[in-house]
């Protein structure tokens, strides 16, 4: 089966690849018993501006999820260019926290006392247990947890016991340390187990941030208070968390009071028990490697060793990625923009030739100096003396020119767009108009999207000579741009705008 991916034709069409847009397609791989690799691939223009890529043919970009992990020459892409075939090896091999896929991870974890423990400070030897926190804490130090995405990513820790704390607000993942977590006496006195107000805080603050992906990780004994009752909550949370494309993970751990069950496993059916304490920091270093299972490829538009590449021609044609021995499912991608190789040069013939005839004329000149005795000058010819110029007319009347007749006084015109970066309508382009924009998610917006987490007048963007301004109109979830909330910003070029949960790249022409 083979998949096909559209690239887009036509100025539009290198104004959203100028926007580094993935086009994703999911592919098989081939003769391993089931196991698939997800490819995402894309077109990298070269920027015209950069004196070392000017001229420089398109490149292509692929994140591949799930794939082996094998050494840079043994990944290529073929093709067929003049029915023949093509195959170029990748360039360039990054690995997931070298990418620019950020995350978002919420860790949530269970903060009832008797879980924690209390041996730093009760003094009664037969009420002392221990409890996960040490080890918990040791765990995410040892894991460097706040390595565990690129740069630009986030991390929250939440803790639930009666009701639910954050620990770490929302910011950079490099802020979850164990230290972070406290000691056990802040979790004195807790008794309840709120699994359900933990998961539902933990996936509210995901839903504020505009992160390339988003896990939820869920640590405790698998209950909740009331279990019966959490079962229809966390049923419906798995439901918001796909429609927020949340991955979730969950480890259970049962102390020595905990009861048995896990309702957990109602939202997270992969929640991993495990047996001991040193369990958790196993299976949590299970998870951020998956998390990471994948790695970025770029492939060369144009091999110049081989003297040979990628047909760019603007047209669709069939590709197929190798990982080591293993052929992945070929799939259709337009190869644009046009990009034309350098022409072959025969001998420099010309050059040849003009370079002899340069000696020659050289001989003869110095034949002439040097080889001839100079001949007496002639007596100089008296020069005629010219006669005055006439003097110059007087000049008529000057001529009025007038300026800015018809042209616009305020300024050059300004035009702006937004660009849907994902959900319902990803790449849809919605063109501003002059004076003000309405954007919510029905009539009379002059811009309607509904996705779910949007206000019916959600703000608007005013246009002026001076350029574009965003007001948000006290919408529920808020106007974010560049991830900062905003009541009124002034928008430039390349700004990202996220309303609701659907991301925009502001563009703009003035």
């Given at each position: 089966?083979?998949?096909?991916?559209?690239?887009?034709?036509?100025?539009?069409?290198?104004f959203?690849?100028?926007?580094?847009?993935?086009?994703?397609?999911?592919?098989?791989?081939?003769?391993?018993?089931?196991?698939?690799?997800?490819i995402?691939?894309?077109?990298?223009?070269?920027?015209?501006?950069?004196?070392?890529?000017?001229?420089?043919?398109?490149?292509?970009?692929?994140?591949?999820v799930?794939?082996?992990?094998?050494?840079?020459?043994?990944?290529?892409?073929?093709?067929?260019?003049?029915?023949?075939?093509?195959?170029?090896?990748?360039?360039?091999?990054?690995?997931?926290?070298?990418?620019?896929?950020?995350?978002?991870?919420?860790?949530?974890?269970?903060?009832?006392?008797?879980?924690?423990?209390?041996?730093?400070?009760?003094?009664?030897?037969?009420?002392?247990?221990?409890?996960?926190?040490?080890n918990?804490?040791?765990?995410?130090?040892?894991?460097?947890?706040?390595?565990?995405?690129?740069p630009?990513?986030?991390?929250?820790?939440?803790?639930?016991?009666?009701?639910?704390?954050?620990?770490?607000?929302?910011?950079?993942?490099?802020?979850?340390?164990?230290?972070?977590?406290?000691?056990?006496?802040?979790?004195?006195?807790?008794?309840?187990?709120?699994?359900?107000?933990g998961i539902?805080?933990?996936?509210?603050?995901?839903s504020?941030?505009?992160?390339?992906?988003?896990?939820?990780?869920?640590?405790?004994?698998?209950n909740?208070?009331?279990?019966?009752?959490?079962?229809?909550?966390?049923?419906?949370?798995?439901?918001?968390?796909?429609?927020?494309?949340?991955?979730?993970?969950?480890?259970?751990?049962?102390?020595?009071?905990?009861?048995?069950g896990?309702?957990?496993?109602?939202?997270?059916?992969?929640?991993?028990?495990?047996?001991?304490?040193d369990?958790?920091?196993?299976?949590?270093?299970?998870?951020?490697?998956r998390?990471g299972?994948?790695?970025?490829?770029?492939?060369?538009?144009?091999?110049?060793?081989?003297?040979?590449?990628?047909?760019?021609?603007?047209?669709?044609?069939?590709?197929?990625?190798?990982?080591?021995?293993?052929?992945?499912?070929?799939?259709?991608?337009?190869?644009?923009?046009?990009?034309?190789?350098?022409?072959?040069?025969?001998f420099?013939?010309?050059?040849?030739?003009?370079?002899?005839?340069?000696?020659?004329?050289?001989?003869?000149?110095?034949?002439?100096v040097?080889?001839?005795?100079?001949?007496?000058?002639?007596?100089?010819?008296?020069?005629?003396?010219?006669?005055?110029?006439?003097?110059?007319?007087?000049?008529?009347?000057?001529?009025?020119?007038?300026?800015?007749?018809?042209?616009?006084?305020?300024?050059?015109?300004?035009?702006?767009?937004?660009v849907?970066?994902?959900?319902?309508?990803a790449?849809?382009t919605?063109?501003?108009?002059?004076?003000?924009?309405?954007?919510?998610?029905a009539?009379?917006?002059?811009?309607?999207?509904?996705?779910?987490?949007?206000?019916?007048?959600?703000?608007?963007?005013?246009?002026?000579?001076?350029?574009?301004?965003?007001?948000?109109?006290?919408?529920t979830?808020?106007?974010?741009?560049?991830?900062?909330?905003?009541?009124?910003?002034?928008?430039?070029?390349?700004?990202?705008?996220?309303l609701?949960?659907?991301?925009?790249?502001?563009?703009?022409?003035?």
């Open positions: 089966m083979k998949t096909r991916i559209s690239a887009f034709a036509g100025p539009l069409g290198l959203v690849l100028a926007l580094g847009l993935v086009i994703p397609a999911r592919v098989a791989r081939a003769g391993d018993g089931g196991n698939s690799v997800e995402y691939p894309s077109v990298k223009v070269p920027d015209p501006k950069d004196p070392k890529t000017k001229g420089a043919a398109p490149q292509i970009e692929v994140t591949i799930g794939g082996p992990k094998v050494p840079l020459d043994k990944f290529s892409i073929s093709t067929t260019n003049k029915n023949q075939k093509v195959t170029v090896k990748a360039e360039k091999l990054r690995e997931y926290s070298e990418g620019t896929e950020t995350i978002a991870i919420a860790l949530v974890v269970c903060g009832q006392m008797i879980w924690i423990g209390n041996d730093d400070y009760e003094p009664d030897e037969t009420a002392k247990y221990q409890g996960v926190l040490k918990l804490e040791q765990a995410i130090d040892k894991l460097q947890l706040g390595n565990a995405g690129p630009g990513s986030k991390g929250v820790v939440i803790s639930y016991s009666t009701g639910a704390e954050i620990k770490i607000p929302m910011g950079d993942l490099k802020n979850i340390t164990g230290g972070a977590l406290g000691g056990q006496r802040d979790y004195a006195g807790k008794i309840g187990a709120d699994l359900v107000q539902t805080s933990g996936i509210a603050e995901l504020k941030v505009s992160t390339a992906r988003k896990a939820l990780i869920v640590i405790g004994d698998g909740d208070t009331n279990n019966e009752t959490a079962k229809g909550s966390l049923n419906d949370l798995r439901k918001q968390a796909q429609k927020q494309n949340i991955q979730l993970f969950g480890i259970i751990y049962k102390s020595a009071v905990s009861s048995e896990a309702v957990i496993t109602t939202m997270i059916p992969t929640a991993r028990a495990v047996n001991s304490i369990g958790i920091q196993s299976e949590l270093s299970a998870i951020i490697a998390m299972e994948r790695y970025y490829l770029t492939f060369p538009g144009w091999d110049p060793k081989i003297e040979n590449g990628l047909p760019w021609d603007g047209k669709d044609h069939d590709l197929t990625i190798k990982i080591d021995q293993q052929e992945l499912e070929p799939f259709s991608l337009t190869l644009a923009p046009v990009w034309n190789p350098p022409s072959k040069g025969g420099p013939w010309l050059i040849l030739v003009g370079v002899l005839v340069g000696l020659i004329l050289l001989i003869v000149i110095g034949v002439k040097f080889g001839a005795k100079p001949a007496p000058a002639p007596m100089p010819v008296p020069m005629p003396m010219a006669a005055a110029p006439a003097p110059p007319k007087p000049a008529g009347p000057m001529k009025t020119v007038m300026i800015g007749v018809g042209g616009d006084q305020e300024g050059f015109p300004i035009v702006g767009w937004l849907a970066l994902n959900g319902v309508n790449y849809q919605y063109r501003l108009k002059p004076g003000m924009t309405k954007i919510g998610t009539p009379p917006s002059d811009m309607v999207v509904n996705d779910g987490f949007m206000s019916t007048e959600h703000c608007q963007i005013a246009c002026a000579p001076g350029g574009f301004t965003l007001i948000d109109n006290g919408s979830n808020g106007s974010y741009v560049n991830d900062r909330k905003v009541s009124k910003h002034e928008l430039v070029d390349n700004d990202t705008v996220t609701g949960k659907t991301n925009f790249k502001f563009k703009s022409i003035n």
